[in-house]
């Protein structure tokens, strides 16, 4: 009596499994459709895997980072090595002049434009950022020195409305900005600083 208990236990288990094996890989199936179907970015403008700015944008949890979805396709420079896509709150850059790997990122984020890079080939002691805003109505470059974070890598934020000569107008109710961010490493020397090539000029227009 035992053993035919036993045996009724167990069949009773493995219909059990059967009957939820299915159920669960439904499931899986659906969420994976549904995820897929509820992403806002179009497929056609992510970059494909082993492009640098794709692995970066991917790495940073893609549509809900603080760049958002791309909203142009990655693209090369015409006279330079390099490349660069737009995304809805941002620009990435890729600028191998200064270093096989080297991301400039420019994204606006709390009333703040950020402007960060890394992957500059070499170990810096600090490194030269020129920013301007619409230098084309006469406003002038900046330059800056910033810390590293890392001797490859650093950040500078500024306010999204500095003080300039001149401001943009407005175009259909709102105001177009055009901002410009390079950077170049630096090692301090005993009279005077030993610096690298500037990078890329990431131009961001919003």
């Given at each position: 009596?035992?053993t035919?208990r036993?045996l009724?236990?167990a069949?009773?288990?493995?219909?059990a499994?059967?009957l939820?094996?299915?159920?669960?890989?439904?499931?899986s199936?659906t969420q994976?459709?549904?995820t897929?179907?509820?992403s806002?970015?179009n497929?056609?403008?992510?970059?494909?895997?082993?492009s640098?700015?794709?692995?970066?944008?991917?790495?940073?949890?893609?549509?809900?980072?603080?760049?958002?979805c791309?909203?142009t396709?990655?693209?090369?420079?015409?006279n330079?090595?390099g490349?660069?896509q737009?995304?809805e709150?941002g620009?990435?850059v890729?600028?191998?002049?200064?270093?096989?790997?080297?991301?400039?990122?420019v994204?606006?984020?709390?009333?703040?434009?950020f402007?960060?890079?890394?992957?500059?080939?070499?170990d810096?002691?600090?490194?030269?950022?020129r920013?301007?805003?619409?230098?084309?109505?006469?406003?002038r470059?900046?330059?800056?020195?910033v810390k590293?974070?890392?001797?490859w890598?650093g950040q500078?934020?500024i306010?999204?409305?500095p003080?300039?000569?001149?401001?943009?107008?407005?175009s259909?109710?709102?105001?177009?900005?055009?901002w410009r961010f390079v950077v170049?490493?630096?090692?301090r020397?005993?009279f005077?600083?030993?610096c690298g090539?500037w990078s890329?000029t990431?131009?961001?227009?919003y």
């Open positions: 009596m035992p035919t036993a009724l236990g069949a009773a288990v493995t219909a499994v059967a939820l094996a299915p159920a669960t890989a439904q499931a199936t994976a459709s549904t897929a179907a509820t806002s970015c497929p056609a403008l992510i970059a494909p895997h082993g640098l700015i794709g692995g970066l944008w991917r790495d940073n949890n893609g549509e809900n980072s603080v760049y958002g791309p909203v396709r990655e693209f090369g420079f015409e330079t090595k490349s660069w737009r995304f709150n620009k990435i890729w600028s191998p002049n200064v270093g096989g790997g080297a991301l400039l990122r994204f606006k984020k709390n009333g703040k434009m402007f960060k890079w890394d992957g500059m080939g070499r810096w002691d600090f490194f030269n950022v920013w301007s805003k619409d230098a084309e109505l006469g406003n470059t900046t330059q800056v020195k590293r974070l890392t001797p890598s500078f934020s306010t999204t409305n003080a300039v000569d001149f401001e943009s107008t407005s259909h109710g709102r105001s177009t900005d055009t170049q490493g630096c090692d020397g005993t005077s600083s030993d090539p890329i990431n131009v961001y227009t």
